[in-house]
């Protein structure tokens, strides 16, 4: 396994060719061969099989020791990818050991390959040596040891829980076992004793709770893997618990009030003996009533409630229960199996009628009788005892009552009761029953009480009414019956019988009627022509409520009525068709004499729509025998009005007046007034428009011709319209109308309607004049601060409205068109409605000038919506100027003394508005001459020189400052804001030297010094 030689010793020598038998030779010559072993490598690992994170330790020896050469090996890592923390793949190391630290992230084992080669380089730059001797290594490395428990967690007191176990960690490098702690509360009965190196799958466990709260058992399993061979201590990582609750046997707590009144309510209280339980504690509840039981809860599951308040009713007379059983259990937290056979619980709550009673009576009496009360307990059987109080209450009027009675049991009452008034009043009779509960509970109240009501009806009467004794003939008559007794217990009747005489017919009204017969009509035809009376008997009668015999002797009522003739009258006009405005005469006379009372007459007017009069129509009598009407026909056709007379006859007694008369209508004809309508299509224009006016003619005439004269009035401004003129009957008039001012102005065109005479003249016909208007053409006023500026000079524009006034409103549009270049505004349009100014501070961005143009269109918006777009449009431009700019070049800046400077002027702005030009500032140094003044020069001075001498012996200079400027052609303010120029010129003096020789004549060899 190390490196060995072999020598090779060469000895030269020569065989002279003379044949001698010894040859010549001198000095041998060895070669040493060295032969290196196979190389080898032994590896050592400090443990094969490993827990999860633990360390292994590969050692690394040479076996070829000593070589020739360098001895080395390479490292090949071949791992599981579950696999992490080894060492990468090595080449040409000669690491003695390599430490590794391995983690498998599974659950089950897995390993890593170490392949080993070992190598030879010799060390003459050889071939290394191969055929090595590999050696691979294996570790393997379990998971971190788990576990899988899974169980019921929550169960019942008394059941059987299953754990069961799995072993995750298969396959493994080893054994799989697991430790298993048991810690119960001390509650707990049941569960197994604590072991450890277990390997069951599955645990069956039957825990019981002696408690009434839930109580629990821990199961802690650590899982452990010992490793091939059985090495302790095993790999260990965490443990599993399982916590089991065990709830007790369910229990419940019930109290409640088991004995109650109608109506009362009992409040069951509900307490949860298990307040501590791994789950939900609930009832069922069952409840079972007997039928004549009302108010109680329907029967339910899974409650929970506390308070259980029932109200309680019992619908029959004797005493009921209701049965409530309680059942408790547990709801399971984790959805097992509801814990049962808990301890059931049942509560009777009795439940006492409503104290009744029953009484009998005879409930409605005459005066004086006598009416008989009997008395019956319906409360039996009951949970106590029965009694009732009474209670007697009697109107003032009544007399002969008993007094009140407490705490009896009295079977029956004789009551003779009498009524002193004249309508029906009573006694009320209080019947109040009691129960007083065995259980010495508060009574039972909230009683059915019963009230017996005993009416003593009155003597009858009767009170009759006619609101009119005087009625005209074929008219109806009426009778207010009112009955005196109206608090009565019975019905209330009368009998009417009707004498209508020799010349009255009537409906035959008598017979027999009731307290619902109030109201009573007849109707009465006198056959005469004079008054005649009726006369109508009304006798009284009381029928009692109970079906007993009326209580008779009422007193009685006669009423008389009178009934007049019909009413007539006679009406005579001299004419029946007249002209607006005219008066008219009616004649009026009584044709009934005598009558009754007064005879009247009604006068009614229906003027229509259009007529309007002296409005005569009213209440006359017979002493207004001629009436005078003035009558107005608003119209322009003619129209009627009719005056209806209707005579009447008022009765002696003021009561309604007769006025079933005859009337008599007399219609009367209006002619109108001549009008005219007239209609301008538009009566405001826009300059230069036509004004179209339509002409009506309104009027229907009985007879003659409608026609007008028209009167034409126009503004002194206004051109285009036509002359006046009288009779004509044209419809459509059109005239081109201008207005040749800036304002509006008008033409007034007035219309008189006439009509020819034929054969009668209704005159007075009303004027009607059109107005048409005259908008002016549109115009704007606009000045400007500056049509030409610098920049960054502001600009103003004032806009001034030369159109007022107008008929509507003055408005329009600025369109502001930009160049590029400008900056400050930009190209938009804005409307404008008034007079006003806009502001710019304008900037050029570009080198030659740029302008702003800004065009104001004015319009008008007549009143009616219409537009006059004919306006005169405005533009102004605005230019402006760049910055002032220029462009110097020296031909040099530096020079010799009474050289020429000379500069080449450029302007850099090539379009302006104005005149381009340029100051020149000149500084020279005090000992400079020849360097002009300062002056002002125009675009066209493109060159400057001046020859410029120094009168000093050093350099000075001269500072020639160019600033560029703009005259703008408004003759404004010059643009000054150029970008200037500055060029310093260095004038170099005259070369001059000074030279002293102290001595210019020396001996031979004498030292000559010169100072320069």
């Not at 059985?230 to 443990?239: F, K």
């Not at 826009?686 to 009027?699: D, K, L, Q």
Request: net charge negative; glycine share 6%; proline share 7%.
């Amino acid at each position: 396994t190390v490196v060995h030689y072999v020598d090779y010793r060469f000895t030269p020598k020569i065989y002279n060719d003379d044949g001698a038998a010894v040859a010549c030779f001198n000095g041998d010559t060895t070669i040493r061969i060295w032969v290196n072993p196979t190389p080898g490598i032994y590896v050592n690992a400090s443990d094969s099989v490993l827990c999860n994170g633990d360390t292994t330790i590969l050692t690394v020896r040479n076996p070829n020791i000593p070589i020739r050469g360098n001895w080395m090996y390479d490292l090949e890592v071949t791992a599981d990818s579950e696999i992490t923390g080894y060492t990468g793949d090595l080449t040409g190391v000669i690491t003695p050991s390599l430490t590794e630290i391995l983690t498998n992230s599974d659950t089950i084992v897995h390993r890593v390959w170490y392949h080993f080669t070992p190598r030879i380089t010799p060390d003459d730059m050889g071939i290394e040596c191969g055929n090595p001797r590999d050696t691979t290594i294996v570790i393997w490395v379990n998971p971190t040891p788990e576990i899988r428990v899974s169980s019921d967690t929550v169960i019942c007191t008394g059941e059987t829980v299953d754990i069961s176990i799995r072993n995750p960690n298969d396959p493994i490098y080893g054994a799989w076992r697991y430790d298993l702690d048991v810690s119960a509360e001390p509650e707990i009965g049941g569960e197994r004793a604590s072991d450890i190196d277990l390997a069951f799958i599955s645990i069956s466990e039957t825990l019981t709770n002696s408690d009434s709260v839930a109580h629990y058992v821990d199961y802690t399993f650590t899982p452990k893997i010992y490793n091939h061979g059985g090495l302790v201590p095993p790999c260990t990582n965490g443990d599993t618990t399982i916590r089991i609750w065990v709830n007790p046997t369910p229990q419940i707590r019930v109290s409640a009030d088991t004995v109650l009144c109608n109506g009362e309510t009992s409040t069951i209280a509900v307490r949860n003996p298990n307040t501590s339980v791994h789950g939900t504690w609930v009832y069922d509840l069952v409840v079972t009533a007997e039928s004549e039981i009302d108010g109680e809860r329907s029967s339910g599951n899974g409650l929970t409630l506390t308070l259980i308040p029932e109200t309680l009713t019992n619908s029959d007379t004797v005493v009921h229960f209701v049965q409530y059983h309680f059942t408790p259990r547990v709801i399971p937290e984790d959805g097992g199996l509801d814990c049962g056979s808990g301890r059931d619980t049942t509560i009777t709550i009795w439940v006492n009628p409503t104290p009744e009673i029953r009484v009998i009576a005879d409930t409605v009496i005459c005066n004086g009788e006598t009416a008989s009360i009997t008395v019956r307990n319906p409360n039996n059987p009951i949970r106590g005892t029965w009694r009732y109080d009474m209670v007697v209450t009697a109107d003032p009027e009544i007399s002969g009552e008993i007094a009140d009675q407490i705490g009896v049991t009295t079977p029956s009452y004789s009551e003779t009761l009498t009524n002193s008034d004249t309508v029906a009043h009573k006694v009320e009779y209080l019947f109040t029953p009691w129960i007083y509960p065995d259980d010495f509970g508060a009574d039972c109240g909230n009683t059915d009480d019963t009230l017996i009501t005993i009416w003593v009806n009155p003597t009858a009467r009767i009170a009759v009414t006619a609101p009119d004794t005087v009625v005209c003939t074929d008219e109806d008559v009426s009778f207010n019956i009112r009955n005196p007794n109206q608090s009565i217990n019975g019905e209330w009747k009368y009998n009417l019988v009707v004498d209508y005489g020799a010349h009255i017919s009537g409906l035959g009204i008598g017979g027999e009627y009731t307290a619902g017969d109030t109201y009573l009509q007849d109707h009465l035809v006198n056959h005469d022509s004079v008054a005649h009376a009726v006369s109508y008997l009304y006798t009284p009668r009381i029928t009692p409520g109970d079906m007993g015999l009326d209580c008779g002797a009422g007193l009685d009522t006669i009423i008389w009525i009178w009934v007049n003739p019909t009413p007539e009258i006679r009406v005579n006009i001299a004419d029946t068709v007249i002209c607006n405005e005219d008066f008219i005469n009616l004649f009026v006379r009584n044709p009934n004499i005598p009558v009754m009372g007064d005879w009247e007459y009604n006068l009614t007017v229906d003027y229509g729509t259009n007529i309007t009069g002296d409005n005569i129509g009213g209440e006359y009598d017979a002493a207004d025998v001629v009436l005078t009407d003035q009558l107005i026909n608003h119209d322009t056709i003619y129209h009627f009005v009719d005056y209806t007379f209707t005579p009447r006859i008022s009765p002696i007694v003021l009561g309604p007046d007769c006025e079933n008369g005859i009337d008599t209508t007399i219609r009367v004809w209006v002619n109108p007034t001549p009008a005219i309508r007239v209609r301008a299509q538009d009566s405001i224009i826009c300059n230069g428009e036509p004004a179209i006016i339509e002409v009506f003619n309104p009027n229907a005439f009985l007879n003659g011709q409608w026609e007008y004269n028209l009167f034409v009035n126009p503004d002194p401004q206004i051109s285009g319209s036509r002359l006046s003129i009288d009779g004509i009957t044209d419809t459509l008039l059109i005239d081109l109308l201008v207005n040749n001012d800036t304002i509006v102005h008008k033409v007034e065109y007035t219309f008189t309607p006439t009509k020819t005479p034929d054969p009668d003249i209704c005159a007075g016909g009303n004027d009607t004049t059109i107005v048409i208007w005259v908008n002016p053409t549109p115009e704007v006023r606009v000045t400007v601060s500056d049509t030409v500026l610098c920049d960054g000079d502001d600009v103003r524009l004032d806009l001034r409205n030369p159109n007022v006034p107008i008929r509507g409103d003055w408005q329009g549009e600025l369109e502001i068109i930009a160049e590029p270049g400008i900056t400050g505004v930009s190209s938009w349009i804005q409307p404008f409605t008034d007079d006003a100014f806009w502001e710019y501070n304008l900037g050029n961005t570009d080198n030659v000038a740029r302008s702003v143009t800004f065009i104001f269109r004015p319009r008008i918006l007549d009143e009616f919506g219409d537009w006059c777009n004919n306006g005169i449009d405005t533009t102004i431009v605005v230019w402006v100027n760049p910055v002032p700019d220029i462009l110097v070049t020296a031909t040099d800046t530096l020079i010799c003394n009474e050289e020429m400077a000379e500069f080449k002027v450029e302007s850099l702005n090539p379009y302006v508005r104005g005149e381009w030009y340029y100051a020149l500032d000149v500084d020279p140094d005090f000992e400079i001459s020849g360097a002009r003044g300062n002056s002002i020069y125009p675009v066209d001075s493109v060159l400057i020189q001046d020859l410029l001498i120094n009168n000093d012996t050093i350099a000075h200079k001269v500072t020639y400052h160019f600033i560029p400027r703009i005259g703008p052609s408004d003759f404004e303010g010059d643009c000054e804001n150029g970008r200037d120029t500055l060029i310093t010129i260095w004038v170099n003096p005259t070369p001059r030297i000074f030279v002293d020789f102290p001595d210019t004549i020396f001996c031979n060899n004498d030292t000559a010094v010169i100072s320069v």
